[in-house]
């Protein structure tokens, strides 16, 4: 999206809103998708040596699906977007005519606070690991050895580093030195 800075004096801020639609290649989880465009409320100021300081907080809605029971869970994630723009810089936040383009700014900041992990509540209870049945709805029958599972769930993936031993030297428990 360009602003067209032509009539923008120096060392006056402008206040502008602006709703950039997304592609869906900026999400990292496949499944899910956008639900609305992103809304920027934004500023920028042209400073005397015509460099361009631009600062934005926008949001986007977008469902995902649950990372436990895979239920579509609609997610605002918001973020904020500070950036420099350098005049005949060479480069991606330059400009050289009397527009400055802020969609790379924004898609940058938006990828950078996209949620790892969605649940659609807290205690989601997720799905059977036998039948893929969604036990939030449905209680299962199957047998599901439930020691093994918990314990499998309570190890570290570094409970083993327990039982190795790094002592390769002369040092007996890390000490050196008597």
């Known amino acids: 999206m360009l602003i067209d800075i032509t009539k923008a004096s120096k060392g006056v801020l402008y206040d502008i809103e602006v709703e950039?639609?997304?592609?869906?290649?900026?999400?990292?989880?496949?499944?899910?998708?956008?639900?609305?465009?992103?809304?920027?409320?934004?500023?920028?100021?042209?400073?005397?040596?015509d460099d361009i300081i631009f600062n934005a907080v926008a949001s986007v809605e977008i469902e995902y699906?649950?990372?436990?029971?895979?239920?579509?869970?609609?997610?605002?994630?918001?973020?904020?977007?500070?950036?420099?723009?350098?005049?005949?810089?060479?480069d991606k936040f330059s400009?050289?005519?009397?527009?400055?383009d802020i969609s790379t700014s924004i898609e940058e900041a938006f990828c950078l606070e996209q949620p790892n992990k969605v649940v659609c509540k807290p205690d989601c209870?997720?799905?059977?690991?036998?039948c893929?049945?969604?036990?939030?709805?449905?209680?299962?029958?199957?047998?599901v050895d439930n020691a093994e599972q918990i314990e499998s769930q309570?190890?570290?993936?570094?409970?083993?580093?327990?039982?190795?031993?790094?002592?390769?030297?002369?040092?007996?428990?890390?000490?050196?030195k008597k």
């Open 95 to 100: 400009y050289s005519s009397n527009e400055f």
């Open 132 to 143: 893929g049945a969604n036990l939030n709805k449905i209680k299962c029958k199957c047998v």
């Open 20 to 49: 950039l639609p997304f592609k869906q290649n900026l999400l990292v989880d496949p499944m899910a998708k956008f639900v609305s465009p992103c809304k920027a409320y934004a500023n920028y100021v042209v400073e005397d040596n």
């Open 154 to 176: 309570k190890e570290s993936p570094f409970a083993i580093l327990k039982e190795m031993n790094f002592n390769t030297g002369g040092a007996k428990n890390g000490i050196t």
């Open 65 to 90: 699906p649950c990372s436990r029971c895979l239920k579509p869970t609609k997610v605002t994630v918001k973020f904020k977007v500070a950036e420099c723009y350098k005049y005949n810089g060479e």
């Open 125 to 130: 209870k997720g799905l059977c690991p036998k």
